[in-house]
């Protein structure tokens, strides 16, 4: 009991200190708020040195053959990376949906509205890779009938807070249990995107190849385009410089009962291609290889 208060008012104290810092990035300019999360970033190599070296670890995984120092450039430049993205999110979502639109562009649109006039749902894989949320927002904005598939934080006053934020773009987000719910949004026309890119034990895995190594990869996704009939597509969002552009690609047009690896083969292909050309953009901290029962690095 006292284990479960000290956990409660321990975030109880996080949040206190973390909701002024997230309302002042919310009020300064997007570069800016871009700019000063950047400097956050740096400074959180020197706070968090664990995940740091977890980073470092799993790029030289990736990367065998770059000399250590490289490694240890791109480890602190995802950290960079990570706070500028935050910074920007947090910004944009207190600004009015066209000063968004102006910094992120949609590529392969067509493709989903082709799916919908057919009244078919598309399914979208996705990563946490370039600015995801901000991937989420732009297809909200763009679609009337988009949701994702998300999990709570580990602070209910900041999963509220992150709803809010999406809703303002118009997206839904399911619960990771509700495949009821999936199958009728999809089954209706809607769209989806769901982040696959984690190793998780709470969800079925398939072994598929990235950078290499046997990676466990969710499958879930690829059964709900074949039971709802939907398109499976995978979606990207790449920074540049200050601005992003979102690229949707098609899988299958339709899913049948072949394995799974089938389909997710080319994902983890697409997405290992776009990491190895921009590698800080992506979240090295996680363990991507990690099979459950392991001991992660």
């Not at 250590?68 to 947090?90: D, F, N």
């Not at 493709?111 to 949320?133: D, K, P, Q, Y």
């Not at 690896?261 to 050309?277: D, K, S, W």
Request: contains cysteine; proline residues 5%.
């Amino acid at each position: 009991m006292i284990r479960h208060w000290y956990k409660q008012a321990l975030r109880l104290a996080i949040y206190l200190l973390l909701r002024p810092v997230l309302e002042v990035f919310r009020l300064l300019p997007p570069d800016m708020a871009s700019a000063v999360g950047d400097r956050f970033g740096a400074l959180a190599g020197w706070l968090v040195p664990r995940d740091l070296a977890k980073a470092r670890a799993h790029l030289a995984r990736a990367f065998p053959n770059l000399a250590p120092g490289e490694i240890a450039r791109l480890a602190r430049a995802h950290l960079r990376h990570l706070g500028r993205t935050l910074g920007e999110y947090l910004s944009l979502t207190k600004r009015d949906p066209s000063v968004f639109q102006a910094r992120v562009r949609v590529e392969g649109l067509e493709l989903v509205e082709r799916a919908r006039a057919a009244g078919r749902g598309c399914v979208i894989l996705t990563a946490h890779f370039g600015s995801w949320e901000l991937a989420g927002a732009a297809m909200g904005l763009a679609l009337s009938d988009w949701a994702v598939v998300g999990r709570d934080l580990y602070d209910p006053r900041l999963s509220r807070l992150l709803a809010r934020w999406r809703a303002r773009f118009g997206i839904r987000v399911f619960e990771v249990a509700d495949a009821r719910g999936v199958l009728r949004h999809l089954k209706g026309g809607g769209s989806l995107g769901i982040l696959i890119d984690q190793s998780s034990w709470r969800v079925a895995n398939v072994l598929v190849p990235w950078f290499g190594h046997p990676s466990p990869t969710p499958s879930g996704p690829v059964r709900f385009a074949e039971r709802s009939g939907s398109v499976l597509m995978m979606g990207f969002i790449l920074r540049e410089g200050n601005r992003h552009r979102v690229l949707l690609e098609r899988i299958a047009d339709r899913v049948d009962d072949r394995p799974a690896e089938a389909y997710l083969a080319t994902y983890n292909a697409r997405l290992e291609a776009l990491v190895r050309e921009r590698p800080e953009q992506w979240v090295w901290m996680h363990d991507r290889w990690k099979q459950h029962g392991e001991a992660g690095a």
